[in-house]
C-alpha cells in the first residue's frame, strides 16, 4: 500500500518536492485504521502534517474506502510512548479541526464580528489574501529549507498550527533578503487557511506607527486600541523600526500586553535581536524574550542552489545548470538579490530570443550586479599598498627593518588597520610585517593611544580607510 501512495505523490508532485518531503518516509505500521509513518526529523514530519498528510488521507480512502488515519512520528519522539488517546489528539490529517480548535470555533461564532475596518472573514475560504496585504506567492511550500533558516521555519510552522500555544510571542530575526517577509506571509496564510474564523493582522512596523499617528490626529485612539487588541493574531514586520518612536513603543507595549495575557499570537520580525535595536525601550526588549527568538542566517551554497532550481521550476525558466551555480557561487548574502540575478538572466535571454544560454553570456549579464553586490573583501596586501602609495613609500619599506619615524608610523597604522578591517590573527598580521606578535600589540596599542590625541595621524587613518573601502 505505501508503494501505492508513493507513486500517486510522485505523479503529483515535482522530484524535488517529492524527494524532499515523501522521499524520505518510511511506513512503519497499519493498525486499526492508522497509519504509522516515521520521518527523518521533526521537521519533516510537521511539513507532512501541514501539507500531505490530507492528501495523503484522501488518497487512501479512494483506494481503500476506509477512513485511515496518518500518524507521523520522528526520532525526537522515538522513545515517547503513544497511547492510542494521544493518537487521536494528534492526528490532524482527515479532519482539521482538533480538540481546541473546536472549541474556539464555537466560542467565536458567539462573538459578533469584527467591525468594519477590521479584517472580516467568513467561513468560505475564497476571500483574497491579497486584500489584507498577504501575497500568494510567499507560502511554506515554496520557502525552501536549509541549515541558515530551518529553525525559523520550523518556528513559523509551529506557530502556524497552534496559534497562541505554542511559541509567544515568536521573533524572528535576520539580515535584509533573507526570507522574514516570506515567512511571515506564509504563517499568516496557514493559519487562516486552518483557522478561518481567526482575525489576523499583518504590517510593517512603520503602517503600525502611521495608523496610530492618523488616529491621533483625528482623535479616533480609542478605535485604535479597540482594534488593535481586538485580533487574534498580530504579526509586525520590521519592528526595528518603532525603535526611538517612545509614542508608538508606549502603544505597542500595551497592545502586546493585552494580546499576550489574551492568548493571542504575536509574531515579530527584525534586522536584529531585540537587544541589538538601540532605543528600544527595555521594557520591550524584556516581552520579546519571554517567547521564542529564532534567527536566520545567510543561506549556504547547497540552500542557495536549492532556492534557484525552486525559482527555476515554478517560474518555468529554462537555464542551464552551470549558470544556476555560477548564480549560486557568486551572490550570497541576500536571496533577494540572488533571485534578481536569476530574472535578469532570464529576462535577457527571452528579450533576446537567446535558445541557448551559455555561461559566457550570463556571466556578461551578471558582471554588474555581481560586482556590485559582493563586498570586496578586504586584504592586508590591500591595505600596505594603499599606505605605501599614502605616504610615498618604497614598495618594501613596510616589511624592511628600517625604523626611521617616516616608515615606523606608517607601519604600525598599517598593523593598526589590518586588525580593524580584516579578520586576520595576530599572527598571520606579524608575519605580513616581517615582525613578531608583541611588535604588532605594542603598534597596534600605540596608533589607539595617537588616535585620541594626535589629529593629524586620526585625519590621515580616516582619510586611508576611505582609500581602502572605495577600492
Ligand atoms: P526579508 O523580509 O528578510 O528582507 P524577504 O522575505 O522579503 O526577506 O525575502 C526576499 C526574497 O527572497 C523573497 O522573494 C523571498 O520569497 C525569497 N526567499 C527568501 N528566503 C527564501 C527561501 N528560503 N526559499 C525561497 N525563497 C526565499
Ligand atoms: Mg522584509
Redesign the pocket.
Known amino acids: 500500500i505505501w508503494q501505492n501512495v508513493t507513486n500517486y505523490f510522485k505523479s503529483e508532485l515535482t522530484e524535488m518536492i517529492y524527494n524532499t518531503w515523501i522521499g524520505r518516509l518510511e511506513p512503519k505500521s497499519l493498525e486499526n485504521d492508522v497509519l504509522t509513518i516515521h520521518a527523518p526529523n521533526e521537521f519533516t514530519r510537521n511539513m507532512i502534517n501541514l501539507k500531505y498528510a490530507d492528501s495523503m488521507a484522501k488518497y487512501l480512502k479512494s483506494i481503500t474506502s476506509r477512513d485511515i488515519k496518518i500518524y507521523v512520528t520522528d526520532p525526537s519522539m522515538d522513545n515517547v510512548e503513544v497511547s492510542e488517546n494521544d493518537r487521536e489528539n494528534f492526528d490532524i490529517s482527515s479532519d482539521e479541526t482538533n480538540a481546541f480548535n473546536k472549541d474556539d470555533l464555537e466560542k467565536r461564532n458567539d462573538e459578533s464580528m469584527v467591525e468594519d475596518g477590521l479584517l472580516k472573514y467568513d467561513d468560505s475560504k475564497d476571500y483574497k489574501f491579497e486584500e489584507i496585504g498577504l501575497s500568494d506567492r510567499y507560502t511554506f511550500e515554496n520557502f525552501v529549507a536549509g541549515k541558515s533558516n530551518e529553525f525559523a521555519l520550523s518556528a513559523s510552522i509551529a506557530v502556524s498550527k497552534s496559534p497562541g500555544r505554542s511559541f509567544n510571542p515568536l521573533f524572528i530575526y535576520g539580515g535584509?533578503g533573507l526570507g522574514?517577509?516570506h515567512l511571515m506571509h506564509a504563517t499568516a496564510k496557514a493559519i487562516l487557511e486552518r483557522f478561518p474564523e481567526k482575525k489576523v493582522v499583518y504590517l510593517s512596523s512603520e503602517s503600525f506607527t502611521n495608523e496610530l499617528i492618523r488616529s491621533i490626529n483625528t482623535r479616533k485612539n480609542e478605535e485604535f486600541r479597540k482594534k488593535y487588541r481586538n485580533i487574534d493574531v498580530l504579526l509586525i514586520?520590521?519592528i526595528q523600526f518603532i525603535a526611538g518612536k517612545t509614542g508608538t513603543q508606549e502603544e505597542f507595549f500595551h497592545t502586546f500586553n493585552e494580546l499576550y495575557s489574551n492568548n493571542k499570537q504575536i509574531i515579530i520580525?527584525s534586522d536584529r535581536p531585540p537587544k541589538e535595536i538601540k532605543t528600544l525601550e527595555d521594557r520591550l526588549v524584556s516581552r520579546f524574550e519571554w517567547g521564542l527568538i529564532a534567527d536566520i542566517q545567510k543561506p549556504d551554497f547547497e540552500t542557495r542552489v536549492a532556492i534557484l532550481k525552486n525559482k527555476v521550476e515554478t517560474e518555468k525558466i529554462d537555464i542551464p545548470e552551470d549558470v544556476i551555480e555560477y548564480i549560486a557561487m557568486n551572490v550570497k548574502v541576500n536571496i533577494r538579490e540572488l533571485e534578481g540575478a536569476l530574472l535578469k538572466v532570464a529576462a535577457y535571454k527571452s528579450l533576446m530570443k537567446i535558445e541557448n544560454m551559455n555561461l559566457d553570456f550570463a556571466k556578461e549579464v551578471l558582471s554588474k550586479i555581481i560586482s556590485d553586490t559582493e563586498e570586496v573583501e578586504i586584504t592586508i596586501e590591500l591595505i600596505k599598498n594603499t599606505i605605501v602609495s599614502f605616504y610615498d613609500l618604497k614598495e618594501n619599506d613596510l616589511e624592511s627593518k628600517k625604523r626611521s619615524k617616516n616608515i615606523a608610523l606608517p607601519r604600525q597604522i598599517g598593523m593598526y588597520l589590518s586588525r580593524k578591517l580584516t579578520d586576520l590573527s595576530l599572527l598571520k598580521i606579524a608575519s605580513s610585517f616581517n615582525r613578531d606578535h608583541s611588535t604588532v600589540i605594542h603598534g597596534i596599542d600605540k596608533i589607539e593611544d595617537l588616535v585620541k590625541t594626535d589629529n593629524k595621524v586620526k585625519d590621515d587613518i580616516e582619510k586611508i580607510t576611505e582609500i581602502i573601502r572605495s577600492k
Do not use: Y
Open positions: 535584509a522574514k517577509t514586520d520590521d520580525s
